[in-house]
């Protein structure tokens, strides 16, 4: 089993910013891909970015390229979502998720494990 749990979620105006992070425990965690998925209200959950298990592949959804990083320090057990440029339509909760191999998807079923989600709310 793996545990995660997400902060830095919070209230921000539109072209702030904000650095969610993801803590996982429970087991050896640079061997998980690791995913960063948000679901707004009335909407399916959809992948934001991922990052393999090492740090080395990054991938990002259309909608937050440039203006949103993903990165990991496996020694901290932790992977964070820096976000710049925060747009109204980025409001939602926003999950981070592990996969038992090298590489992330974009598929939401293709992950074991999920957090419980941080909630990132933006003003216009």
């Known amino acids: 089993q793996v545990q995660l749990v997400e902060s830095g979620g919070g209230l921000v105006q539109a072209g702030g910013s904000l650095r969610l992070s993801c803590v996982a425990s429970?087991?050896?965690?640079?061997?998980?891909?690791m995913g960063w998925f948000r679901q707004a209200p009335g909407k399916e959950r959809e992948f934001v970015a991922g990052?393999?298990?090492?740090?080395?592949?990054?991938y990002y959804a259309d909608s937050v390229k440039g203006r949103f990083t993903i990165s990991r320090v496996n020694a901290n057990n932790t992977v964070y979502l820096q976000m710049i440029s925060l747009k109204p339509e980025d409001a939602a909760v926003y999950y981070c998720?592990?996969?038992?191999?090298?590489?992330?998807?974009?598929?939401?079923?293709?992950?074991?494990?999920w957090g419980q989600g941080t909630q990132v709310t933006v003003s216009s």
């Open positions: 990052i393999g298990w090492s740090g080395d592949s990054t």
């Open positions: 429970g087991r050896t965690f640079s061997n998980y891909a």
């Open positions: 998720a592990a996969r038992r191999l090298r590489l992330p998807t974009t598929s939401r079923y293709e992950y074991n494990y």
